[in-house]
């Protein structure tokens, strides 16, 4: 009789936690955006204006965010704002990318009527300092009159950009290792110029997550420096630091 009484006891307990869960979700309009999904895709998203064409001044990534309390018949604005990274390089609103506050973008920070979701613009500047540097922009969603915040872990996105040629993230010590081999500007422009690809950090990760175009690509780029260095018998390929070049 004890173990049943214990038994129903924390079945009513869990009940009322995930009753109590929900709750704050269904007082008031709340948004947040999408599930943090595994390697943080959408979550911290990486770019340089170096991959596209000189007169590019500006470009814009996007980002998906839910609202949560049901539809409305009436379009809803949304506010965000910038959260500084402490012993960060900082993204400057105005310099690096378009302030959230903007007018020009008031209309597009919006959940549309009769909508619960909605494509978030951040536009990214092509100031002349990213030459030289990789700044971060760090946001989050801002209560305001129309919505309040959503759950805390999902209520932040994170943009890092530079218009300089930089190693991708996932170009990591087991990628050095096993695939690419040692990371070097000469390497990686090479490889961007003998294939037509960005290597970057999206085509990157594509790549791990297929191992046989991985493996395409490992004996292409074998090839290909082999087709240059037979083409220039007394310069084979050196990186910046006089290296010999090569792939595992």
């Known amino acids: 009789m004890k173990s049943i009484a214990l038994y129903t006891l924390l079945g009513l307990s869990l009940a009322a936690c995930k009753k109590d869960h929900t709750y ?9 955006f999408g599930l943090n999904n595994e390697g943080l895709q959408d979550t911290v998203k990486y ?28 379009d809803r604005p949304y506010s965000l704002e910038q959260e500084m990274i402490v012993g960060e390089d900082n993204a400057v609103a105005g310099v690096h990318y378009k302030s959230f506050s903007d007018p020009s973008l008031k209309d597009m920070y919006v959940i549309k009527a009769n909508e619960v979701s909605a494509a978030v613009p951040v536009v990214l500047l092509r100031d002349p300092s ?10 989050r969603i ?3 009159a129309v919505f309040q915040p959503g759950e805390t872990r999902f209520l932040w996105r994170r943009l890092e950009f530079t218009d300089k040629l930089s190693r991708p993230q996932v170009w990591d010590a087991y990628a050095e290792k096993y695939y690419w ?3 070097s500007n000469v390497k990686h422009t090479f490889m961007i110029r003998q294939t037509g690809k960005l290597w970057d950090q999206e085509f990157m990760s594509e790549l791990n997550r297929n191992v ?4 395409f690509w490992m004996d292409k780029l074998k090839q290909l420096l082999i087709d240059y260095n037979t083409a220039h018998p007394s ?13 595992p």
């Open 47 to 74: 770019y340089s204006f170096y991959y596209g064409s000189d007169d590019r001044e500006a470009d814009t990534i996007w980002f998906n965010i839910y609202a949560m309390g049901g539809i409305t018949s009436e």
């Open 212 to 215: 046989s175009k991985t493996l």
């Open 142 to 144: 801002k209560g305001d």
């Open 181 to 183: 081999g040692k990371y």
């Open 235 to 247: 310069e084979p390929l050196r990186d910046e630091n006089n290296n010999l070049v090569t792939f």
């Open 130 to 139: 990213l030459k030289q540097q990789y700044v971060k922009l760090k946001f």
């Open 24 to 32: 704050p979700f269904q007082d008031v309009a709340r948004l947040q």
